[in-house]
């Protein structure tokens, strides 16, 4: 596979269930991102990885933790959600995590329902 | 609060003609600026990439820069209906990682 896939597509899930996404990308990048993107809202910033470190925990709820076991592979480990936590969640990567002009490559999302 | 604003449309055209895309940013250390589009159910992907002033053109897409202004715009010519979809705008500041997103200009055109 190439780009950034993350599983899975879909997910609906209870308050009190706990539930991760999963997102790998075989680009070689160095930075991996999770954003956010509710409904006419601009994508929201969750969390930055770069070499497996977490540099940017941009105030998200506990019951979203990160994980990132090696530079390809990301997780996002989700727990007594609220309805209000139904959105899109997008993946991303990039080659380095500072340099200008650095793209972001998305992978396909995962629309999360919570019930 | 560092800021990327755009017109939520949706903006109309008929085919063939120019579609204009605008976005303002607050953020005057701003240094990258992206236009990503997102078609409906499907997740962004980079179109475009700016980083000085002036215009640059790829293919049917042109972008423009405007730092005096903070402002960016987007120029689609001979719009086809497959261009239909939401296009965001993007910045970046040198040095940051953080990569601000606008809301997104909803695009319709017409066959």
């Known amino acids: 596979e190439t780009g950034v896939t993350q599983t899975p597509r879909h997910l609906v899930m209870g308050m009190t269930n706990k539930k991760s996404l999963k997102c790998e990308q075989h680009l070689g990048h160095n930075a991996m991102y999770w954003y956010k993107q509710s409904a006419k809202k601009p994508l929201e910033l969750m969390f930055v990885?770069?070499?497996?470190?977490?540099?940017e925990n941009n105030s998200v709820p506990s019951r979203f933790s990160p994980e990132c076991p090696n530079s390809s592979h990301l997780f996002l480990h989700l727990h007594t959600l609220q309805p209000e936590d139904s959105a899109l969640y997008l993946c991303?990567?990039?080659?380095?995590?500072?340099?200008?002009?650095?793209?972001?490559?998305f992978g396909s999302g995962t629309q999360l329902s919570v019930l | 609060q560092k800021e990327v604003e755009q017109n939520s449309g949706p903006l109309s055209v008929p085919e063939g003609a120019i579609a204009s895309l605008n976005c303002t940013y607050s953020?005057?250390?701003?240094?990258?600026f992206f236009w990503y589009r997102q078609y409906s159910g499907k997740s962004p992907e980079l179109i475009m990439s700016?980083?000085?002033?002036g215009d640059k053109e790829d293919g049917r897409f042109t972008a423009q820069l405007n730092k005096a202004s903070q402002y960016v715009s987007l120029l689609i010519r001979d719009s086809q209906p497959s261009d239909s979809a939401t296009y965001l705008c993007?910045?970046?500041?040198?040095?940051?990682?953080?990569?601000?997103f606008g809301a997104g200009t909803r695009l319709f055109v017409k066959a």
């Open positions: 953020d005057r250390g701003s240094q990258s």
């Open positions: 700016i980083y000085s002033n």
């Open positions: 990885y770069s070499l497996e470190e977490r540099v």
């Open positions: 993007a910045v970046k500041s040198t040095g940051g990682f953080k990569t601000i």
């Open positions: 991303a990567s990039s080659q380095d995590l500072t340099a200008s002009g650095e793209k972001l490559f």
